[in-house]
C-alpha cells in the first residue's frame, strides 16, 4: 500500500505563489511517476504536473511556464511551485503516484483558491 500526505494549500490573491508538497510513504519501491491533479466540481481531474523516476517533468498545457515539479528523493516528497496564480486554479489539488503496475494512488486533497 502507499499513502500520500498533501500540505501547502490555502487562500492566495491573484499573482500570488504557493507551494504545495505531497509526502509518499509505504510501498514507493515500485513508482513510475509522480504528480498533481486538480479538480473543480462537475468538472473531470485535469493533470497539472508530473515527474518521472528519472527525474523528467511533463505539464498540463494550461500551466506551462507558470508551475514547477520537483522531487526530493530522500524524503519521497513531490513539490509543486505554483507562481503567478490565476482565479481559474482555483480547485481541489490531489496527489497522485502511478506505479509500474499501472496502479493509482491518491493523496485525500488539498483546496487552493485563488480570490481577491
Known amino acids: 500500500q502507499v499513502q500520500l500526505v498533501e500540505s501547502g494549500g490555502g487562500l492566495v490573491q491573484p499573482g500570488g505563489s504557493l507551494q504545495l508538497s505531497c509526502e509518499a510513504s509505504g510501498n514507493i519501491f515500485n513508482v513510475y511517476s509522480m504528480g498533481w491533479y486538480r479538480q473543480n466540481p462537475g468538472k473531470l481531474r485535469e493533470m497539472v504536473a508530473a515527474?518521472?523516476?528519472?527525474?523528467?517533468?511533463t505539464y498540463g498545457w494550461s500551466v506551462q511556464d507558470q508551475f514547477t515539479i520537483s522531487r526530493d528523493n530522500a524524503k519521497n516528497t513531490v513539490i509543486l511551485q505554483m507562481n503567478s496564480l490565476k482565479l481559474e486554479d482555483t480547485a481541489v489539488y490531489y496527489c497522485?503516484?502511478?506505479?509500474?503496475?499501472?496502479?493509482?494512488?491518491w493523496g485525500q486533497g488539498t483546496q487552493v483558491t485563488v480570490s481577491s
Open positions: 497522485n503516484l502511478h506505479d509500474n503496475e499501472a496502479n493509482d494512488y
Open positions: 515527474i518521472l523516476s528519472d527525474g523528467t517533468p
